[in-house]
C-alpha cells in the first residue's frame, strides 16, 4: 500500500511541475505582448503569477483545473504570436 500511495505524490509533484512550466510559457507569451506595446498584457501577466502562486500544490483537483486554463491560454497566445 505504501508504495502506491508514494506513485501517487510523484505523479502530484510531476503535474504542478507542469502548470508551473505552462505558467512560465503564458507569462512569456504576455511578456512579448507587452514589449510589443500591448497594454493589457502587464495585468494579465500578473494576473496569471499571482493565481499560479496561489494555487495549492497538494490539491491535485486545483493544479489540473489551472494547468487545464493555462493550456487553452497558452494556445490562445501561440496562434496570435503565429500570426493565425
Known amino acids: 500500500m505504501a508504495a502506491e500511495q508514494a506513485m501517487w505524490h510523484v505523479n502530484d509533484v510531476v503535474a ?3 502548470m508551473r512550466e505552462l505558467s512560465v510559457n503564458v507569462q512569456s ?3 512579448d505582448r507587452e514589449r510589443d506595446g ?4 502587464r495585468a ?3 494576473e496569471i503569477r499571482r493565481a499560479t502562486l496561489a494555487v495549492d ?3 491535485r ?3 489540473d483545473a ?3 486554463q493555462l493550456q487553452r491560454r497558452d494556445a490562445e497566445l501561440a496562434r496570435v504570436a503565429d500570426g493565425r
Open 16 to 18: 504542478f511541475d507542469a
Open 29 to 31: 507569451h504576455l511578456l
Open 38 to 41: 500591448d497594454g493589457s498584457a
Open 44 to 46: 494579465e501577466l500578473l
Open 57 to 59: 500544490g497538494y490539491d
Open 61 to 63: 483537483d486545483a493544479v
Open 66 to 68: 489551472f494547468s487545464q
